[in-house]
Antibody, heavy 121, light 110 residues
Framework: EVQLMESGGGLVQPGGSLRLSCAAS????????LHWVRQAPGKGLVWVSQ????????TYADSVKGRFTISRDNAKNTLFLQMNSLRAEDTAFYYC??????????????WGQGTLVTVSS | QSALTQPVSVSGSPGQSITISCSGT?????????VSWYQQFPGRAPKLMIF???KRPSGVSDRFSGSKSGNTASLTISGLQAEDEADYYC??????????FGTGTKITVL
């Protein structure tokens, strides 16, 4: 069974940093692109970032480019999101998501449960 | 990258068919057949309902169907049921090797 478990969320002051983790199991981690998607409370889904299988290709939404860094540790089956220079508008639930053959490789057929990041003084 | 445009809300009676539109541009929806749709209940993670414009994942009811014409994709729910009441989001892979989500649509079953 595919499982994705985010952690690392919490309350941080504006300008601060936070590192999210997503522990994965139930599939061959090193064979899949992985993504972060966020959702502000009561608002819509927003794509944040993606990373390829070996970490050599990363892409970001304009709103986080230069502030967030996606990475992965294939030996530990873990995805990361380093978030720096955080702003109030970064407050959201952050989901890690997986694309696989069963979803055509361009859709998220597995999601974690999300971790809440709150940026506030 | 601007969000894809969806109606804020759509409603229908049980048994009816409803359609949700998802309008984008020639750089996203119109560029590739990589549009997918997600169902989300309050407090829960999204669930994939349609991928590659028209395909249903295993286990998703055939009451859900997808289509696309030009820069606009659509999700149709046939035989509307009370359990379909949720938020629905489209998303598309883009020319820039990124993804963009729709603004989301709340489905109400009358």
């Amino acid at each position: 069974e595919v499982q994705l478990m985010e952690s690392g969320g919490g309350l941080v002051q504006p300008g601060g940093s936070l590192r999210l983790s997503c522990a994965a199991s139930g599939f061959t981690f090193s064979s899949h692109w992985l993504h972060w998607v966020r959702q502000a409370p009561g608002k819509g889904l927003v794509w944040v970032s993606q990373i390829n299988t070996d970490g050599s290709i990363t892409t970001y939404a304009d709103s986080v480019k230069g502030r967030f860094t996606i990475s992965r540790d294939n030996a530990k089956n873990t995805l990361f999101l380093q978030m720096n220079s955080l702003r109030a508008e970064d407050t959201a639930f952050y989901y890690c998501a997986l694309t696989s053959a069963s979803g055509g490789w361009y859709a998220y057929d597995y999601w974690g449960q999300g971790t809440l990041v709150t940026v506030s003084s | 990258q601007s969000a894809l445009t969806q109606p804020v809300s759509v409603s229908g009676s049980p048994g009816q068919s409803i359609t949700i539109s998802c309008s984008g541009t020639s750089s996203d929806v119109g560029a590739y057949n990589y549009v997918s749709w997600y169902q989300q209940f309050p407090g829960r993670a999204p669930k994939l309902m349609i991928f590659d414009v028209t395909k249903r994942p295993s286990g998703v009811s055939d009451r859900f169907s997808g289509s696309k014409s030009g820069n606009t994709a659509s999700l149709t729910i046939s035989g509307l049921q009370a359990e379909d009441e949720a938020d629905y989001y489209c998303t598309s892979f883009t020319y820039y090797n990124t993804y963009v989500f729709g603004t989301g649509t709340k489905i109400t079953v009358l």
